[in-house]
């Protein structure tokens, strides 16, 4: 079946210092990529997204590539600030089926 | 433009009980997906709905419905609730193409006793 996974938190940096949060997919065929956002009491943002391979999406300094050939969708950042403190939530949705389908969070924490 | 907004915020309800929570999308969306969210996980789908008409729906038992009115708000109900079904509740709208992005209101907080 389909499924996401991504690195366990909490994942906790220094501000400024380079950020990756891993996200790996199974699926078959070529399914859409999103990585959204939950800042603390408030709702899921999406931050970027990618709907094919080698498709690179971009927001607010974050990046992430659709990397089909490793199954993967990678969330990085060159230099974190602590106002990107939050859950980072890596999700697919396959074109046959409209629901997007999620990896357990990865929790960040940026200390000043 | 508003965004998606869902009512009510928060929710305390006893074993057994009936709950509806509502759900307004962004004007012009048309599609609504309801998500369950347990603390500390993500969020799991329970139905969509696009034009009043359900078009998926997840692994959730008969005590979950769901249903669209003509203005594309839309209601999820559970009934004789469980422990277990305390979570956030998530309400996401999409324009309903194939390539829609969904966006997310605050959620309803339910808390079973």
């Known amino acids: 079946g389909n499924s996401v996974t991504q690195m366990e938190g909490p994942v906790t940096l220094s501000e400024e210092a380079f950020l990756t949060i891993n996200c790996t997919y199974t699926?078959?065929?070529?399914?859409?990529l999103f990585w959204y956002v939950q800042y603390p009491g408030e709702g899921l943002q999406l931050l970027l997204k990618?709907?094919?391979a080698d498709d690179k999406g971009s927001n607010k300094g974050f990046e992430a590539t659709y990397r089909k050939e490793t199954t993967s969708f990678h969330l990085e950042k060159g230099s974190v600030q602590v106002s990107d403190s939050a859950v980072y939530f890596c999700?697919?949705?396959?074109?046959?089926?409209?629901?997007?389908?999620w990896g357990a969070g990865t929790k960040l924490i940026i200390k000043p | 433009d508003a965004g998606v907004t869902q009512s009510p915020t928060h929710l305390i309800k006893t074993r057994g009980q009936q709950v509806t929570l509502r759900c307004s999308p962004i004007?012009?969306?048309?599609?609504v997906s309801w998500y369950q969210q347990v603390l500390g996980q993500g969020p799991q789908f329970i139905f969509q709905?696009?034009?009043?008409?359900?078009?998926g729906r997840g692994n959730f038992p008969d005590r979950f419905s769901a249903r669209q009115f003509p203005n594309y708000s839309s209601e999820l109900n559970v009934n004789a609730l469980l422990l277990g079904d305390s979570a956030l509740y998530l309400c996401?709208?999409?324009?309903?193409?194939?390539?829609?992005?969904?966006?997310f209101g605050p959620g309803t907080r339910l808390t079973v006793l």
């Open positions: 996401a709208s999409s324009l309903g193409g194939g390539e829609s992005t969904q966006y």
């Open positions: 004007s012009g969306h048309k599609s």
């Open positions: 709905y696009y034009e009043k008409e359900e078009r």
């Open positions: 699926a078959t065929g070529y399914p859409s």
């Open positions: 990618a709907t094919k």
């Open positions: 999700a697919l949705r396959k074109d046959s089926n409209y629901q997007l389908i």
